[in-house]
């Protein structure tokens, strides 16, 4: 017949590729493949998908089936590929990429933004290349995609790069197949842009034309510079410097929060942490996250993060950064969001006003930031990277949930601090927003809302029920109120952060114990839960069946900033005189300890709490090691870097049916300050008393409750020695231990858990079922 090819073994598929397969080069990478193996045929980009169709021999088109599954682009993931037979044609000469189509009513994932690969990094410092110290330089293997992606199908008009034509020699690299930027939607050149400018010291007429050497004098000169990154802008100064590091805290008001520090490669990362074991790999990673590490005695100075073990260390992800550190010598820089603290960070050159009067510089570009996106920071695992905020180089990924059968698309909110949000449709996905901030600050709330207008565009998720906490005083659960989404669910804390981490290990259907141990929750008795041990048969129900001894919070929310109270508070419990406990008598001065004495007994203005992590800031005001909370978690994170210098001693909570006391472990630690044990030894003393207290409320809840798998949730579980001492005890007596390991244990893995809860909730509601 004509127009069909006369070669028996000559065949014809189509192939339909969903996942991460926009803005990633897999086009190209596709094309690249079929021509290797000398397969015909054409690939286009809907808004959903990849579509291709591939003619020549069985045994070639098996070959780049094969290849592309196996050598596709590094940022690519496939979620499915599906093949077809179809009749051959005639036109079979080469293989095409033809225009973008629409018509689809899916859309594709969207990419997330990657650090800058070798090979641009050896063309931006190659003196004969045309891209020789380009700051945007970038191919279909690196760079910006989500902060940057406007619309679907990825093609450069929906980019932010749209407002810079491409140039004639960058258009012969977009059209050559046989190039590394062949489509590349990104691509750019000196002749091109974008550019950088600079407003700041040094300005005039001899220097303007190099941005980079302002910025660079300026942070040679202690000064601070506010830099124009991938997802927002950085605040940046020297951190081998005391000066200008106090500088930042003063102007910043973030009087003891760690500081992020950014070094030039993974050498210089060993000069500031100890970069052994997983540490060099997330270094190093795509995502190129910050990782949290122990830290040397060299390079840095205390300062960046003052009272603490580990450091939170970058190396440098865009080219702009690597151009710095090219000119400014290896020295660490610090790298922060630029915002006041509490606030989002700043990602629009119209928004410089809200940190004015902090940076001595600013050295921007005039690439437009779609999104904003904070750094990600991961701690190491014995599984390797474990998520601590989870934003730049994973966000918008979505989170795979067993979740059968159509349903409403929901919109879960997550809690006040440190939130995320995530749009949860009927396919099975969770996506994720990247880290919003506090959501207290009304620069955050219009962030949040306009992050959410995006992803909903972009994914063609639009909520019909909105999940929130159901503590009535969160500025999240204010804003599902007045969201004018049709319906609103309610989802207790704890028993979010518990579905998040069953999600994450596909045990939704496995009846589970979870230890969820965190500062603030809102309880279902209306008091203030934290220190809970929830049986979890199915995502839609649980019951507590432990949890930590009630104390109070002498005057509230503000007890978490002076944790002093809450120990006197405990001190009064535990029946121990006051004048046995210097430091917390001393930190609440005389008159406030008239006043609590007053109080405490009586109870006035005193909140009720079984919160874990309020009980680490009691004990670090009792031992002298934190009395002011300028951050979320500071005295229980210097309590733990403390007790790693020391070594633990007999000290026991009484556990009884479920219910952990933790008024003799007091007792003990004054105790122990009278007899002048030094406070290493008494901090390792708490946590090992907690570890043991822990299993053996749970050993005995999961014994009761006939199950043998037990989680571990709640932002208290970024303690390391909380979590593996814990987790290698249970493991050790047989139990299936759950950690997180896609999203954190705090605050930033709520919406998660939200989103799956409230759709258990719904799927048992349209099958009749009592939830």
Known sequence: MKGIPSAPDVVRVRLDITGVVQGVGFRPALARIAARHGVGGFVFNDAGSVHCELQGTQ?????????????????????????????????????????????????????????????????????????????????????????????????????????????????????????????????????????????????????????????????????????????????????????????????????????????????????????????????????????????????????????????????????????????????????????????????????????????????????????????????????????????????????DVPRGGAGPVILATGGDLKTTFALLGSDGRAHLSSHMGDMADLRTQATFAAALDHLAFMTGLHPAVVACDAHPGYATTAWAARSGVGRTLRIQHHHAHAVALLTEHDKLDTAALVIAYDGTGYGTDGTIWGGELLAVPSPDRFSRVGHLAAFTLPGGDGAARQPARIALDLLHRAAVPWEFAPAPLAAVGAQGARILAQQIPRGVGCVPTTSMGRLFDAVAALLGVCQEVTYEGQAAVELEAIARTGRPGDLRFTVRDGVMDPLPAIRGLVDGLRERVSVADLAASFHHSVVEATVEAADAAAHAAGVGTIGLTGGVFANRLLLDGIRNRLSDKGYDVLTHRLVPCNDGGLALGQAVVAAARLTHEGSGECA
Not at 67 to 93: Q, S
Not at 125 to 134: E, V
Not at 270 to 297: K, M, W
Request: glycine content about 10%; overall charge neutral; aromatic content about 4%.
């Open 59 to 399: 045994a070639a088109v098996d070959a780049v089936v094969d290849g592309i599954r196996r050598d596709g682009p590094p940022m690519a993931r496939i979620d499915a590929l599906r093949v077809a037979g179809i009749r051959p044609r005639e036109d079979t000469a080469g293989f095409r990429i033809v225009g973008s189509r629409g018509g689809h009513d899916g859309r594709t994932l969207v990419p997330p933004d990657i650090a800058v690969c070798a090979d641009c990094l050896r063309e931006m410092r190659d003196p004969s290349n045309r891209r020789f110290g380009h700051p945007f330089i970038t191919c279909t293997n690196c760079g910006p995609r989500f902060t940057v992606i406007t619309d679907l199908p990825y093609d450069r008009p929906v980019t932010t790069m749209a407002g810079f034509p491409m140039c004639a020699s960058c258009a012969a690299e977009y059209a050559d197949p046989a190039d590394r930027r062949y489509h590349a939607q990104t691509i750019a050149c000196p002749n091109c842009g974008p550019r950088l400018w600079w407003h700041g010291p040094g300005r005039g007429p001899a220097r303007a034309t190099d941005p980079l050497d302002h910025a660079v004098q300026t942070l040679r000169d202690g000064g601070i510079v506010a830099l124009k990154g991938i997802g927002g802008y950085h605040l940046a100064c020297r951190a081998d410097d005391a000066a200008p590091v106090t500088t930042l805290r003063s102007r910043k008001g973030r009087p003891a929060k760690p500081f992020a520090v950014m070094v030039a490669d993974l050498e210089a990362a060993g000069g500031v942490i100890e970069t052994t074991g997983d540490v060099g790999a997330a270094l190093a990673s795509a995502a190129a996250p910050i990782v949290l590490a122990p830290r040397t005695a060299r390079g840095v100075v205390d300062a960046v993060a003052p009272g603490l073990r580990d450091l939170g260390v970058m190396l440098a992800y865009s080219p702009v950064h690597h151009l710095l550190f090219d000119r400014l010598g290896p020295v660490p820089l610090v790298m922060t969001s630029a915002n006041i603290s509490g606030s989002p960070i700043v990602y629009r050159d119209a928004d410089l006003s809200w940190i004015e009067g902090i940076a001595d510089g600013v050295l921007g570009h005039d690439r437009p930031i779609h999104v904003p996106c904070e750094d990600s920071v991961v701690g190491i695992g014995e599984s390797g990277a474990v998520p601590v905020r989870r934003s730049r180089g994973y966000a918008p990924l979505p989170v």
